[in-house]
């Protein structure tokens, strides 16, 4: 118990302190840090030439001179992101990657060279069509031209066996991830929800051979402690993120139990398995075209809906919460079809419309609250 409470205490301060641990990260690896925009870039390579891929997901800086580049009603991770950027915050970073998820990640990317002149960004295409004949030679494409800019920015090409080895960590640590999601639903109340997303986020700011060793720890530890109930809700959580922490602070005071996330910057990007068969960069691209229920990959049947409702059944959970993040439109236009599907199979859904920089949570605190009164009584 106290080798968890110790890895707990670690892992969660170093999720709560994105800029000490990316300083810590690089002191003790001697590697320069790579950023990486969300929602999913190829780490493996940026890992393979030898740099620390970092995740930017956004701040709180405050805004003053982002308007100049783009909208007031972009997302406030990109609104955030450009900030940080303009008043030199990513000066220390030796590469960044922005892929183009959304219109508002193109519009940061075409206006980076123009606000930031000293970083360039390195640009990485997202595949729209990912049925067709030519969707794998596409992504394995986009992988090579990337694997080459960065080669370039490092000084050297990134060999094929650096490639292997560094797909070799990242299953390791997405396997790791996914173990630690079951482990946390097993024991709530110690892995609190404000507390799974810390843990889960450190992982973007420390060296994933560290990280994933520490992982594994904790998930032993978690396996050796007994079975633990909360006295709220259990639910599923999705959406694009789960932040401010003081948000996530209303559930864990209202007993609630994260039994498993569909959101983005957790288990999306260690959900699904690599195939077993074809080079390292080969099973990169399958695991972009095999990723399914992602508002971020285009797919005709939308299968997020039978996802979620799966997910409640198997979770043994009493409902959905959508963190609706502001102005994030793939999302948005997502949640009409997924909240049919849900509604017609009577799993109750609290929609919660977040931002990362929120001056209070205080508006939702009943809401969450009054949920899990309405759930007690059902
Ligand atoms: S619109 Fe959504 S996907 Fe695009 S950058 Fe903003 S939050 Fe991310």
Not at 113 to 132: D, T
Not at 208 to 231: C, D, G, Q, S, W
Request: glycine share 6%; proline share 5%; charged share 25%.
């Amino acid at each position: 118990m106290s080798q968890a409470i110790e890895l707990i205490r670690e892992l969660s301060d170093a999720g709560a302190s994105p800029k000490a641990t990316i300083a810590k990260s690089m002191k003790e690896t001697g590697k320069e840090a790579f950023g990486c925009f969300p929602i999913y870039v190829p780490e493996e390579i940026i890992y393979a030439a030898g740099y620390l891929p970092v995740g930017l997901w956004g701040g709180h800086p405050d805004i003053k001179r982002v308007d100049r580049y783009i909208q007031s009603f972009c997302c406030s991770i990109m609104r955030s992101n450009m900030e940080m950027g303009i008043r030199g915050d990513y000066d220390f970073l030796a590469g960044l990657v922005i892929p183009t998820y959304c219109d508002s990640m193109k519009a940061i990317l075409a206006n980076w060279w123009v606000a930031v002149p000293n970083a360039k960004p390195i640009p990485f295409s997202v595949i729209q069509n990912r049925a067709s004949k030519g969707s794998l030679d596409f992504v394995l494409a986009q992988l090579a031209t990337f694997r080459k800019a960065v080669g370039e920015l490092r000084g050297e090409p990134v060999s094929d066996q650096a490639i292997e080895d560094a797909f070799a960590l990242y299953e390791d640590y997405r396997a790791a991830m996914r173990a630690f999601t079951k482990a946390a639903a097993r024991v709530p109340a110690t892995i609190t929800p404000t507390l799974r997303h810390l843990i889960i986020k450190a992982a973007y700011y420390i060296d994933k051979k560290v990280y994933t060793e520490k992982i594994k720890a904790l998930n032993e530890a978690l396996a050796a402690m007994p079975e633990e109930r909360t006295e709220g809700p259990k639910v599923i959580v999705t959406g694009l993120l789960a932040e401010p922490e003081s948000f996530l602070d209303l559930f864990t005071e209202n007993g609630y139990a994260f039994m498993g996330d569909d959101l983005a910057q957790e288990s999306r990007q260690f959900r699904t398995e690599a195939r077993k068969e074809g080079t390292a960069l080969e099973r990169m691209a399958y695991r972009v075209l095999d990723q399914r229920g992602d508002t971020f990959y285009y797919e005709d049947d939308k299968s997020r809906g039978t996802m979620l409702k799966n997910m409640v059944k198997e979770t043994g959970s009493d409902a959905v919460v959508v963190c609706m993040y502001k102005f994030c439109d793939p999302e948005e236009f997502d949640y009409p079809v997924y909240k049919k599907e849900l509604d017609e199979a009577g799993i109750p859904i609290l929609y919660l419309e977040i931002e990362q920089k929120m001056d209070s949570v205080e508006s939702l605190r009943t809401r969450i609250q009054s949920f899990a009164e309405m759930l007690s009584l059902s």
